[in-house]
């Protein structure tokens, strides 16, 4: 069956970078793009980041453009997020999910992120 | 900036019919903007009901269907259950690798 397992979460201080993880398993990781998603404590989910099934695209939402870094190692079948210059808002839930075209199917258990000094 | 709107709260009692909707802040939603349908209780992560209008995800009981209503995407839950009660989201594509979730209902079943 199809999982998703995201890492990398912890509580990071304003300014510095993190890079989150996904390990995908019960698919061919390859065929697939894959999304990341966030939700703030209380909020709605907001969608942050794709990357195409070859890795040829990705594109992150307005509100991470510049500090968002999305992409893909199929040989581990391991989806990545490296957000630069963290903000006290940036603290979410993130989780990674599956798109079987244009839209999410799979989603992951996510990892909290929390930015605090 | 395009919004995706969604009404905020909503109740049906058990048993009842109840249609959420999801609609753009300008036009109307067709099945270009790939709707899809998302449930969320408190501390898991969503659950996919529908995808691709009125695509049923796995093991999704028969009672949630999806389709466009008019200009928006819409959710009908026929026969609503007491576990219905939840959070429920709407993502639409909205072309150049750009996604938008709407803001969320919060579906009460007494």
């Known amino acids: 069956q199809v999982q998703l397992v995201e890492s990398g979460g912890g509580v990071v201080q304003p300014g510095r970078s993190l890079r989150l993880s996904c390990a995908a398993s019960?698919?061919?990781?390859?065929?697939?793009?894959m999304h990341w998603v966030r939700q703030a404590p209380g909020k709605g989910l907001e969608w942050v980041a794709v990357?195409?099934?070859?890795?040829?695209?990705?594109n992150c939402a307005d509100s991470m453009k510049g500090r968002c870094t999305v992409s893909r190692d199929d040989s581990k079948s391991t989806l990545y997020l490296q957000i630069n210059s963290l903000r006290v808002e940036d603290t979410a839930v993130y989780y990674c999910?599956?798109?079987?075209?244009?839209?999410?199917?799979?989603w992951g258990q996510g990892t909290l992120v929390t930015v605090s000094s | 900036q395009t919004v995706v709107t969604q009404e905020p709260s909503f109740s049906v009692s058990p048993g009842g019919t109840v249609t959420l909707t999801c609609g753009l802040s300008?036009?109307?939603?067709?099945?270009?903007?790939?709707p899809s349908w998302y449930q969320q209780t408190p501390g898991q992560a969503p659950r996919t009901l529908i995808y691709?209008?009125?695509t049923r995800s796995s093991g999704v009981p028969d009672r949630f269907s999806g389709s466009i209503l008019g200009n928006k995407a819409a959710l009908t839950i026929t026969g609503a259950q007491a576990e219905d009660d939840s959070h429920y989201y709407c993502?639409?594509?909205?072309?150049?690798?750009?996604?938008?979730f709407g803001g969320g209902t919060k579906l009460t079943v007494l």
């Open positions: 300008y036009g109307s939603v067709s099945t270009n903007y790939y």
């Open positions: 019960g698919f061919t990781f390859s065929g697939h793009g």
């Open positions: 691709n209008t009125n």
């Open positions: 990357i195409w099934y070859d890795g040829s695209k990705t």
């Open positions: 999910a599956r798109d079987p075209s244009h839209t999410i199917d799979y």
């Open positions: 993502l639409l594509y909205l072309g150049s690798d750009i996604w938008v």
